[in-house]
């Protein structure tokens, strides 16, 4: 099932190309991936004798696995959930608690992607995950397995471009805009597009409300702080002199 997958998954880009009008090619990470993918790869078998290193050449991927995404074609914001069968080095299903694959992305993206064991799945070892592309680009997931010369590295390609219609027909969202100014005490302006740039700067100018501006300078005298501290200078005067009173009252007294 992943042998199918994997090449059912490069036939239907292959497909999609060609109804889209474009030459169709497969890509040498493509051919790699067919290769690969629970294959000794692509060799005349024993036409041409029995050269073993020509039948199973030591890029074999030793049957540890293979890594499958649902949407190598995806767009921004797309959540891509990634699914592997993996095996240990005695082709036995993997037990591990978890793997962790690597996301390198547009930019210099490296990013950690944790793949768990899938509960309820019938087949063991397999593996699933997910993360979300946030940018157009493309993003390279590796897997690597074992060390060594007995090292395994899983790859997939998911290719990140934004929405279509946004590029071709980007529209402003008038409702969104008026309920978001609405919500923050704002006002929306709308601007045409035969409007000219004076015209568009004198409406906005007409929109904007003077607000009054105080600038206080260096060494200008605060009159509420003088307010303030002559208010409490003469609380603590008040304070002594009726302690003082206090204390002469109790003397007497006494």
């Known amino acids: 099932p ?35 993918s629970f294959s000794r790869g692509f060799s005349p078998g024993w036409l041409q004798g029995d050269d073993h290193k020509r039948l199973v050449p030591g890029k074999s991927s030793a049957n540890r696995g293979v890594l499958l995404v649902d949407n190598p074609r995806a767009g921004v914001g797309d959540t891509i959930t990634v699914r592997a069968i993996l095996t ?21 993206l490296t990013q950690p992607i944790v793949l768990t064991p899938v509960e309820g799945e019938p087949r063991e070892g397999t593996y699933g995950g997910r993360f979300v ?3 157009a680009g493309s993003y390279d997931l590796r897997l690597t397995l074992g060390g060594g010369l007995g090292e395994t590295v899983l790859k997939q390609n ?35 597009g035969d409007a000219s740039a004076t015209q568009t700067e004198g409406d906005l100018l007409k929109l904007l409300e003077p607000q009054p501006q105080t600038t206080i300078l260096p060494g200008t005298p605060d009159d509420r702080f003088a307010e303030r501290r002559n208010a409490t200078l003469l609380w603590l005067i008040a304070t002594a002199l009726t302690f003082e009173w206090v204390l002469r009252r109790l003397h007497r007294l006494a």
């Open 2 to 36: 992943e042998y199918v997958a994997n090449i059912t998954r490069h036939y239907r880009e292959a497909i999609d190309t060609a109804v889209e009008g474009r030459p169709v090619a497969f890509t040498p990470r493509a051919v790699e991936e067919m290769e690969l």
């Open 88 to 108: 240990d080095e005695q082709f036995e299903p993997l037990k591990d608690e978890k793997v962790e694959a690597t996301l390198l992305g547009p930019g210099g």
């Open 133 to 135: 592309v946030r940018s």
């Open 158 to 192: 998911v290719q990140v471009r934004l929405p279509t219609a946004e590029l071709e027909r980007p529209q402003r969202n008038d409702e969104d805009l008026t309920f978001v100014t609405q919500s923050t005490g704002g006002k929306f302006f709308k601007i045409d």
